[in-house]
């Protein structure tokens, strides 16, 4: 049994080792890092074995001793899930990867893993007493956070592309959020929301800006561990954007690596990216510590479509650390694997869950990934948020009038 509900201790900048007051709301460092929230983690070894979360409610939550949430009450809650982790039993033995895995997020509120960061993100603003919320994204986080914030009856500001998501916008909008577009990228709406900011108007939640999304993403790692008994599988496959839930998932394996749940080697992170948007690729390629702004993003794979990404410097440590890499797929590559598994596994998953399996075919044909390993696709959100990547142009019938069907060398 444990006497805290959270064993939160302090934030920590990993550039220059400040150390901040985790009671006080707090942006970037001073030196201009992110901060990464630290844990009690000997404490909470001594005080928890992990056999007791069995007993817990199946859902995000039941990881709260390595969450941030100091009260209970506080928790602002959609009802969150332990999502699925399933076996690709059939895209796996065409890939000839018996190990192929699935951890699909589009079962979370709002139907991507943008929820985790905001649950726990709104959650810790309201604990915070903070009292209005701004924030530039892609769609789906802005679509996450304004469920939360709606839900915590907290004002909320987005700012998005005007070619983001429809479905994300209306989202924001039903749920009571004040929503701007802007004519230009995800890093203009940056600007625009840091000018609110700087005003004093609003606390900036976005990417990294703040430490707790990163906290609610890593509840996606937790989840993965438990579910394969405490062991990592030997690849992870994530589509990066901002890169926050790969370096949620690894912050997870390392929190449960110290705390002894977590037994055997860490999980090879690899970083996929869409060629008309891959920073993060051409830096790990090129050996560079952090990645140059991307001139002219374009991508199906919207989520991931970030120039330039803040936590750019830890995610390619994570990624060397953990002797992964970072790979670039095109838009045909993406579509193709969008169809493939839905016609041979029957999901319906989103484009950068797709980018994916286009990685794990390229991998596994370079011979990167090995027959025998155990290789985790995280799918991050469902494809029916994306419509519009299905085209269905069908003919109508006049009612009566006559089909033959199976047609061609299908009859039998
Ligand atoms: C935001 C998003 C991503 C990328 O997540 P990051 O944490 O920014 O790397 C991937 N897929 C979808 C569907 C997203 O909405
Ligand atoms: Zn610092």
């Not at 000997?42 to 390595?66: F, I, K, N, T």
């Not at 075919?361 to 370079?366: G, I, K, Y």
Request: net charge negative.
């Amino acid at each position: 049994m444990t006497d805290r509900h959270s064993y939160l201790e302090r934030l920590r900048c990993p550039r220059c080792r400040e150390t901040h007051d985790a009671s006080r709301p707090h942006n970037l460092c001073a030196c201009g890092s992110p901060l990464l929230a630290e844990y009690d983690l000997s404490q909470l070894g001594r005080a928890l074995d992990p056999r007791e979360l069995v007993s817990r409610p199946y859902e995000l939550w039941r990881y709260h001793e390595l969450l941030p949430v100091e009260d209970a009450g506080a928790e602002v809650r959609l009802g969150e899930p332990v999502t699925p982790l399933v076996p690709l039993a059939v895209l796996g033995a065409d890939l000839d990867l018996p190990g192929l895995l699935l951890k699909d997020e589009g079962y979370l509120p709002t139907g991507t893993f943008k929820a985790r960061g905001a649950a726990v993100g709104v959650s810790r603003v309201v604990e915070l007493g903070i009292d209005r919320i701004a924030m530039p994204t892609n769609g789906n986080a802005g679509a996450a956070w304004a469920a939360y914030a709606a839900r915590a009856g907290l004002p909320c500001l987005i700012v998005m592309p005007e070619d983001a998501p429809d479905i994300t916008r209306r989202e924001c909008v039903v749920t009571g959020a004040d929503v701007f577009l802007v004519n230009g990228r995800i890093n203009d709406a940056g600007q625009t929301v840091a000018k609110v900011v700087a005003d004093g108007a609003a606390f900036d939640v976005s990417t990294l800006k703040e430490p707790y999304r990163l906290e609610g993403k890593k509840t996606l790692g937790l989840e993965i561990f438990e579910q394969l008994g405490w062991r990592a599988p030997d690849v992870i496959v994530y589509p990066a954007g901002g890169g926050v839930g790969l370096l949620g998932i690894w912050k997870a394996a390392k929190e449960l690596q110290q705390l002894g749940w977590l037994t055997g080697s860490l999980p090879r992170m690899v970083a996929v990216q869409a060629t008309g948007c891959a920073p993060l690729v051409r830096a790990f390629d090129a050996g560079a510590e952090v990645s140059e702004p991307w001139v002219g993003a374009n991508t199906i794979a919207f989520g991931i479509t970030v120039p330039k990404a803040i936590g750019d410097r830890l995610i390619l440590e994570a990624v060397r650390e953990s002797q992964g890499c970072a790979v670039a797929v095109d838009d045909p590559a993406i579509l193709a694997a969008h169809a493939q598994i839905a016609r041979r596994e029957g999901r319906f998953i989103c484009p950068e869950g797709a980018a994916t399996l286009a990685a794990a075919q390229v991998l596994r044909a370079s011979g990167w990934l090995g027959r025998t390993e155990r290789v985790l696709l995280i799918n991050t959100g469902t494809g029916l948020k994306y419509p519009g990547t299905v085209s269905a142009d069908l003919r109508t019938l006049e009612p009566g009038q006559a089909i033959t069907w199976p047609q061609g060398r299908d009859r039998a």
